[in-house]
């Protein structure tokens, strides 16, 4: 597809168990930023990738959180044990660089019972 | 701390009238800004931006003014359309240019334009 997409669309799982999350962003965008949005909130910063540099992680609340980018491509989101504070909308972009984020996939709905 | 505020949860207007929303802020770090519009099940989708060094940037039917000294933004819609209906968000970034992707949004408000 020419967007960005992120699978699945919905999980719902059990307190303390791991889920991972995946993007697949648009094809030659070298910048990948994982959102998350929480009932009633604004969407909050996660992580972010650019090129070959290190990843900002400063927006994971929590060492349970975890992101990696394999081959400058596809991104997985991992979170361990999860709580139900975790729940939200997660939700990944792409872009070329520069700033602001012009394409967002859809997001995956967490749901932690 | 909510550094970003969009202070009306909704908004509704009447088809050809104007949609006035607004945006404030208390990071005077903060040089980039952009609003985002987001339809229900589809991820926001990037509308238009300003950057620190302008107070106006127009698009169509859609203009962002910046007011600095107020810390205050807000995205007019002329005219509006039904299809205009959705949740729009402000989002900020610091040192432009630099900090890329990395914005703070505010909460959303929920735009309902009528026909």
């Not at chain 1, 998350?36 to 900002?56: H, K, M, T, V, W």
């Not at chain 1, 044990?81 to 939700?91: F, G, I, M, P």
């Given at each position: 597809g020419a967007g960005v997409s992120q699978s699945p669309s919905n999980k719902v799982t059990e307190k303390g168990k791991?889920?991972?999350?995946?993007?697949?962003?648009?094809?030659?965008?070298?910048?990948?930023?994982?959102?998350?949005?929480?009932?009633?909130?604004?969407?909050?910063?996660?992580?972010?990738?650019?090129?070959?540099?290190?990843?900002?992680?400063?927006?994971?609340?929590?060492?349970?959180?975890?992101?990696?980018?394999?081959?400058?491509?596809?991104?997985?989101?991992?979170?361990?044990?999860?709580?139900?504070?975790?729940?939200?909308?997660?939700?990944?972009?792409?872009?070329?660089?520069?700033?602001?984020?012009?394409?967002?996939?859809?997001?995956?709905?967490?749901?932690?019972? | 701390d909510q550094q970003v505020k969009q202070n009306s949860p909704s908004l509704s207007v009447q088809e050809g009238r104007i949609s006035i929303l607004n945006c404030d802020y208390t990071n005077s770090m903060f040089d980039y800004f952009l609003w985002y519009k987001k339809y229900p099940a589809e991820g926001p989708t990037f509308l238009i931006s300003i950057s620190s060094i302008k107070d106006k940037n127009e698009d169509g039917r859609f203009t962002v003014f910046l007011n600095k000294s107020a810390k205050h933004l807000s995205l007019h819609i002329v005219p509006s359309q039904p299809g205009d209906s959705a949740v729009y968000f402000c989002a900020a970034s610091e040192d432009g240019g630099t900090s890329y992707g990395k914005l703070t949004f505010g909460q959303g408000t929920i735009l309902t334009v009528h026909p």
């Open positions: 791991d889920v991972e999350l995946r993007c697949d962003p648009i094809s030659g965008h070298t910048a990948l930023y994982w959102y998350r949005q929480s009932l009633g909130q604004g969407l909050e910063f996660l992580i972010y990738f650019q090129g070959n540099s290190a990843p900002d992680k400063s927006g994971l609340p929590s060492d349970r959180f975890s992101a990696e980018r394999t081959g400058g491509s596809v991104s997985t989101l991992t979170i361990q044990r999860t709580q139900q504070e975790d729940s939200a909308v997660y939700l990944c972009a792409s872009s070329l660089g520069g700033v602001g984020i012009g394409f967002f996939g859809p997001g995956t709905r967490l749901t932690v019972l | -």
